[in-house]
């Protein structure tokens, strides 16, 4: 069994400790949560202990408070930020098996209750909280919904279903009217589009939604794909064509 130092949970000044490795936030929720989850993976699998200097806000006031979770006020005057040293870490996480990825992520990556509350709401206030999908897709790049398209139309054909309702992950109109325009005129669809850049719940919100699809298509390349492939029981698959790897 891994050990962890028995520190509490509260947030540590740089002199208390000296600090070898942290992870920091970054503005995007999708790429910190990503860093945050493979910097804990590494941490874990080398037994040693995980600080967060949450920048941004994503984690602490979101997580479950963990004795393994220590929070930092400032940036370490030293010390090597994983999030950003990706190279550092590829060799011990992408040893790892999936199953035990995954056991992982779900040990520490848990919502407190305040959290689950406003992303249930606000998924109620839109209506969503009781809708089934056969799909969630996403699209967050140029070029994309033409191989999402012939992705959908595959898995159609494959399961014999005579139409399809789609949840649509998106920041872009643009991408969003191309996929309406060309889908076949056997899918509907629903979206949360936004014009602004995410608000970390709503995308929260859309990621809980996305994980309760049995399945979902995304771009492995993408920070939200794998977070999305990561953290989802229920089938995902990459419409490119891409096979997984971690880093």
């Not at 509350?117 to 809708?131: A, C, E, V």
């Not at 089934?132 to 139309?153: A, H, M, N, R």
Request: hydrophobic content about 40%; some cysteine.
């Amino acid at each position: 069994m891994t050990s962890w130092f028995n520190l509490h949970n509260t947030p540590l000044k740089k002199k208390d400790l000296p600090i070898a490795t942290y992870v920091s936030s970054t503005e995007d929720y999708a790429t910190s949560t990503l860093g945050f989850l493979y910097s804990f993976l590494y941490c874990q699998r080398t037994a040693e202990p995980f600080y967060i200097h949450d920048i941004h806000g994503h984690f602490q006031s979101m997580l479950k408070t963990s004795p393994i979770l220590h929070y930092l006020k400032e940036t370490p005057s030293s010390g090597n930020n994983l999030a950003s040293n990706l190279g550092q870490m590829a060799p011990v996480i992408n040893a790892m098996s999936m199953n035990s990825i995954k056991r992982s992520i779900q040990s520490i990556f848990q919502y407190n209750a305040e959290t689950e509350f406003r992303m249930d709401t606000l998924l109620t206030n839109f209506g969503l909280n009781r809708q089934s999908f056969d799909v969630g897709i996403v699209l967050d790049i140029s070029g994309c919904v033409p191989q999402v398209i012939t992705s959908l139309k595959s898995f159609q054909k494959r399961t014999g279903k005579k139409a399809l309702k789609i949840f649509v992950m998106t920041d872009s109109m643009i991408l969003l009217r191309e996929f309406a325009q060309k889908g076949d005129n056997t899918w509907s669809y629903v979206s949360l589009m936004r014009d602004t850049p995410t608000p970390p719940m709503k995308l929260l919100a859309e990621i809980k939604l996305m994980r309760q699809i049995d399945y979902i298509l995304v771009r492995y390349s993408s920070p939200l794909g794998k977070l999305l492939y990561l953290t989802s029981e229920k089938q995902v698959t990459s419409f490119d064509g891409q096979l997984w790897k971690a880093l």
